[in-house]
């Protein structure tokens, strides 16, 4: 994918004084060995300098992973550790980092040979809350050389996130629709997380798109276009606008993206840009969205966030879905009970109109979109993708700021199921465990948008250590609680 990083995770071993230097020498070699054979050895960089036991060894070990382009730092604990030097490390090192300790390697060498990196981690946490440091602990942060290299592994999703969110820029253009207020929120939380904003106005767009009229490069789009739609290419006569409306797009992002290095776009595509665009742009969203550019609907500024950071963590095409619809009593009992062990309410629909990139569909046509075709022309409304999705594991997900400016998100992994739906535009039969709570007791009583993120793929586990690290309160990143354990809003007599 372009428009997310690639991570370098830098490994610095630290070690207290009292204790074998040695000891973090060897364990940090054995961890480097491992993660060698197991993964890309492009990934990490063994800081060869010194082992950090002193301030003086912090600022050459930072110099060192600087100077080697690290984008992320994993501070490995070869034994017990300098609680200061260490956190300081963490405090001045300018990305992503993660915290993790050795684990004692037999009992035959508990003498000279023991590093209580189990008991240095406790001092590493308490001395990171007390310098105010961000920093990624794993669920069980003490290993041996081929756990440690596991969790380093691990950590890359995520540090992708973290350091796509320091350069990103969302260019948005547009107010929301009107009585779409749900999409409104405010602004503040993107600067608490690094994140820029450059809001336009729909006349700054369509002013760009008709500079764009005659572009040299619009019959090698359509061409392009041509090609990804195969059998599906219905509406021919709407490929020409189409590609001069994603030449303006990608012009705009290469002008304005500034000194930011990734940029996600929050588009309008209702009710005046059919009339006056004459095409809907759900197509050219799911193109630039396949490239690893999401565009979200609707001007969702915080849905195109969250679209974004799973393309950083799945390193794959994701989507902006409404979670739209219940499944058919009728439907569930022929396609669903007795081949799939979800109840009834486990299962709704997940729809847009055609913004799902044409990879992530069964069988995609060019359409019109049908809803805005009841009250225009069906000649504005050509330009939506459509198909099922295709079936598998998902997540779906969200960050949201709330009205009064607080961050929140949900995360709640499933399936989309292959069954047909029987139904238009970009659309899945989906199956979430105790969908039915989940959706009264969090979307509903959580004050949640319509607009969820979908990655394809099971990641709750990147998304949740995310979410935590950007500052969510635990108490406010939500899931599908299972049943058995009741939500706070939940009536116990229900």
């Known amino acids: 994918m372009t428009n997310i990083p690639k991570m370098k995770v830098g490994i610095v071993a630290v070690s207290r004084d009292c204790f074998p230097e040695s000891l973090s020498v060897n364990r940090r070699r054995a961890l480097v060995e491992a993660y060698r054979k197991k993964y890309d050895a492009a990934d990490i960089y063994e800081c060869p300098v010194c082992i950090v036991e002193s301030e003086i060894h912090m600022v050459q070990a930072l110099e060192d992973i600087k100077a080697a382009g690290c984008n992320a730092l994993c501070v490995y604990l070869g034994n017990f550790g300098p609680e200061i030097s260490e956190t300081l490390l963490a405090k001045h090192f300018d990305g992503p980092k993660m915290f993790i300790a050795a684990a004692e390697e037999s009992q035959g060498d508990l003498v000279q040979g023991r590093g209580d990196a189990y008991c240095g981690m406790l001092n590493a946490s308490y001395n990171l809350r007390l310098r105010n440091v961000g920093a990624y602990i794993p669920e069980y942060p003490v290993g041996d050389a081929e756990d440690c290299a596991d969790m380093i592994h691990g950590f890359l999703p995520i540090a992708r996130a973290i350091e796509g969110l320091s350069g990103l ?17 405010p602004i503040k939380q993107l600067y608490n997380l690094g994140v820029e904003i450059e809001e336009n106005s729909e006349l700054d767009l369509f002013e760009a798109f008709h500079k764009h009229a005659d572009d040299p490069r619009i019959p090698e789009v359509v061409a392009d276009m041509e090609k990804e739609l195969g059998v599906g290419n219905k509406k021919p006569e709407i490929l020409a606008k189409l590609a001069q409306y994603e030449l303006t797009l990608t012009d705009w992002v290469q002008e304005h993206k500034g000194y930011r290095k990734y940029v996600a776009i929050a588009g309008k595509c209702w009710p005046a840009f059919q009339t006056q665009f004459g095409f809907v742009p759900c197509y050219v969203n799911s193109r630039l969205t396949g490239r690893g550019i999401p565009v979200s609907c609707e001007v969702d500024i915080y849905g195109a966030l969250s679209e974004f950071i799973g393309t950083c963590v799945s390193d794959d095409v994701v989507t902006l879905l409404d979670i739209n619809n219940s499944v058919p009593k009728d439907m569930y009992r022929e396609s669903v009970a007795g081949k799939f062990d979800y109840k009834h309410t486990d299962t709704f629909m997940g729809f847009h109109c055609g913004n799902t990139c044409s990879r992530k569909l069964c069988g995609h046509e060019m359409k019109n979109q049908m809803i805005m075709a009841r009250s225009l022309p069906v000649e504005v409304t050509n330009g939506t993708l459509e198909g099922d999705l295709v079936p598998g594991d998902i997540t779906f997900y969200r960050l949201q700021s709330t009205a009064d400016g607080m961050l929140r998100a949900y995360v709640a992994q499933g399936e989309i199921l292959p069954v047909a739906t029987r139904s238009f535009g970009g659309i899945g039969v989906f199956a979430i465990r105790e969908m039915g709570r989940f959706y009264r007791h969090v979307l509903i009583e959580k004050n949640y948008p319509h607009h969820g993120a979908v990655a394809f793929g099971h990641y709750g586990k990147e998304l949740f250590e995310v979410f935590r690290y950007i500052g969510v309160p635990a ?19 229900a």
Do not use: H, M, V
Request: hydrophobic residues 30%.
């Open 169 to 185: 820029k969302i260019i948005s253009f547009g107010p929301r629709p009107t009585n779409f207020l749900a999409c409104n929120a």
């Open 475 to 493: 108490e406010e990143i939500n899931y599908n609680q299972p049943a058995g354990l009741p939500y706070k809003t939940e009536n116990p007599f």
